[in-house]
């Protein structure tokens, strides 16, 4: 077996690295609420530690319940975290997606076409039959993505 550092190992990493440029991500979904909150703040710290570009996904059905006042609200949201990010000096990229789709297929779509390391989501506390009727997102992705997905509750003082 050879060992990490040795000639042959070095020779095969460095002509693997020369032809592929490796962007490595996360991927955040973001809702305006506390456990939205917290994963932006989980992804975040992970992102500076990894030093990796952080996406930032806020998934919107749309229809008749997302109008202009709405779509303003959550723009003017996503430019502050933008500033926020930028300032902390956080590779990132903020997306706003109102394409109809649940926001689990969103987030899982996203990862699979960066190829993220990661998917983090906020989690909530919600009754059986608030699970039951409404579904889960976070259920799907812990579910369906084809990485792994870190969940995040957002603390009481938060």
């Known amino acids: 077996m050879q060992a990490v550092g040795d000639p042959v190992t070095s020779e095969i990493t460095d002509a693997w690295c020369v032809d592929k440029e490796v962007v490595v991500a996360v991927v955040v979904g973001y809702v305006a ?3 939205g909150r917290a994963a932006l703040r989980r992804a975040a710290e992970e992102c500076e530690l ?6 930032v996904i806020n998934s919107q059905r749309g229809g008749k319940d997302f109008d202009a006042d709405e779509a303003l609200k959550f723009e003017e949201e996503l430019d502050s975290i933008q500033r926020k990010l930028s300032h902390l000096g956080i590779e990132h990229e903020v997306r706003q997606l109102v394409r109809g789709n649940e926001p689990a297929e969103d987030l899982i779509q996203v990862a699979e076409e960066e190829d993220a390391e990661f998917i983090v989501i906020g989690l909530r506390r919600r009754t059986p039959v608030g699970k039951l009727i409404l579904g889960s997102n976070a259920q799907r992705i812990l579910l369906d993505a084809h990485c792994p997905v ?6 009481r003082d938060a």
């Open 50 to 55: 990894r030093h990796v570009k952080l996406i």
């Open 33 to 35: 609420t506390r456990e």
């Open 150 to 155: 870190l969940a995040v509750k957002a603390s």
